[in-house]
């Protein structure tokens, strides 16, 4: 079964770090492009970050530049985003997605796998 599993959300203080974790089984996740999205609630979904597959470029909306990184471990067959300087706004149910088209980093689109989202709260 395809699927793709998201972890490491929870509650921090803000100025605190966190790191999701997107764990991919029944494919290997360097040949697709992956996306973390994030929705808070009465928002729409936005997207914060990606990574082409194979070694390819990156991508960061520009509220989280600078504080956010993407990165894959291939041995494990999962992508990070290392959440870094966290604040309230950054609150939101996050999900990760592979596309096996690159072009989606960072054009956009339908992404061909989705996962059910951690929550992420940062408050005082």
């Known amino acids: 079964q395809l699927q793709l599993v998201e972890s490491g959300g929870g509650s921090v203080q803000p100025g605190g770090s966190l790191r999701l974790s997107c764990a991919a089984s029944?494919?290997?996740?360097?040949?697709?492009?992956i996306g973390w999205f994030r929705q808070a609630p009465g928002l729409e979904r936005e997207g914060v970050s990606c990574?082409?597959?194979?070694?390819?470029?990156?991508n960061y909306v520009d509220s989280v530049k600078g504080r956010f990184t993407i990165s894959r471990d291939n041995a494990k067959n999962t992508v990070y985003l290392q959440m870094n300087s966290l604040k309230p706004e950054d609150t939101a149910v996050y999900y990760c997605?592979?596309?096996?088209?690159?072009?989606?980093?960072?054009?956009?689109?339908?992404?061909?796998?989705w996962g059910q989202g951690t929550q992420v709260t940062v408050s005082s």
């Open positions: 997605a592979a596309g096996i088209a690159n072009y989606l980093c960072p054009a956009g689109g339908n992404y061909d796998y």
């Open positions: 029944g494919f290997t996740l360097d040949n697709y492009a």
């Open positions: 990574i082409r597959g194979r070694g390819g470029r990156t």
